[in-house]
């Protein structure tokens, strides 16, 4: 085992192209194969990467995230989310490797009135938060050195959020955009979430966590701050989530109390919007000061 080596899975998605750098800057030498240079779902060959690289710990940002298309492809969402993460924990059991594993707010069912400690009783109401969740299941079972984060609304350079995705429908020139009111969740910007993966692992914390920014709103809040930071944008009108209709059903409230890392760690992590505005000026897609784009 070499004390700086990191092995990052996922690496060129949205979170794993904000955690490498973050390791990098922190001195650590960080090998991050490519899909098409290890398949994750294969356990001889995660086996073979591990002990070849002995890495001092696992970093397991690769997922399949696309929420309604796992309520039709079950079969790869339970391969890519489920079976994956324990291959990683055999693999970092046999070696003594430290495995961290990105988890979701979506484990959870969202009938709880507060926010969601990392003791509650889970219930995902949807494939890709079963999936979730069996991904947990296989860590803990197959490995006792394991750091699960879990984690809700990602946003950040390097891949398609719902800030993207609300800007490019707005930019297609319409006058109302319809956006849902009755689900709430915590945004978490990339950086911040790879700076606690950072210190998480010069800690070699383990255990559970949930790493999220300050500051919970629905989706219909979060596209108002959206668009006051761009400047302009239409009129958004309020909806519910089954008036909406997306495939998949989504927990009313997700959001993820975050006491226990912060507690851990010593320092608060920011409000969303702070960070939200820094990468929307950081990534042009608004401008400085308030003005119109």
């Not at 707010?105 to 509650?120: A, P, R, S």
């Not at 890709?128 to 803990?140: A, D, I, N, W």
């Not at 930071?229 to 009129?235: A, L, N, S």
Request: net charge neutral; charged share 25%.
């Amino acid at each position: 085992m070499k004390p700086n080596r990191i092995l990052v899975l996922g690496g060129s998605g949205m979170l794993g192209s904000a955690v490498i750098p973050e390791l990098r800057a922190a001195g650590m030498e960080i090998l991050a194969p490519l899909e098409t240079e290890l398949d994750i779902t294969d356990f001889p060959g995660v086996s073979e990467c591990v002990k070849q690289f002995q890495p001092r710990a696992i970093v397991n940002c690769a997922g399949f995230t696309k929420v309604d298309e796992c309520e039709t492809r079950r079969e790869l969402c339970f391969k890519v989310n489920g079976e994956a993460p324990g291959n990683l924990a055999r693999a970092a059991q046999m070696t003594g490797t430290l495995l961290l594993h990105i988890s979701s707010d979506y484990i959870f069912k969202g009938d709880k009135d507060d926010e969601y400690l990392e003791i509650d009783a889970p219930g995902p109401l949807n494939f890709y938060g079963k999936s979730k969740l069996f991904g947990e299941e296989q860590v803990r079972k197959e490995t006792e050195r394991y750091c699960i984060i879990r984690t809700s609304w990602l946003f950040g350079p390097g891949g398609e959020n719902f800030v993207t995705k609300l800007l490019k429908k707005a930019g297609q020139g319409v006058q109302q955009l319809k956006v849902v009111a009755d689900e709430r969740g915590r945004p978490t910007f990339t950086r911040d979430l790879a700076r606690v993966i950072r210190f998480a692992l010069e800690k070699e914390l383990t255990g559970i966590y949930h790493v999220c920014n300050q500051g919970a709103v629905s989706w219909l809040e979060y596209a108002r701050e959206i668009f006051a930071i761009r400047g302009e944008g239409p009129e958004l009108v309020p909806v519910t989530a089954e008036q909406y209709g997306l495939p998949a059903k989504r927990p009313k409230n997700s959001t993820l109390a975050t006491g226990k890392i912060e507690k851990t760690l010593g320092f608060s992590i920011r409000h969303h919007r702070e960070a939200l505005a820094e990468y929307m000026v950081e990534t042009g897609l608004a401008k400085p000061d308030g003005e119109k784009t």
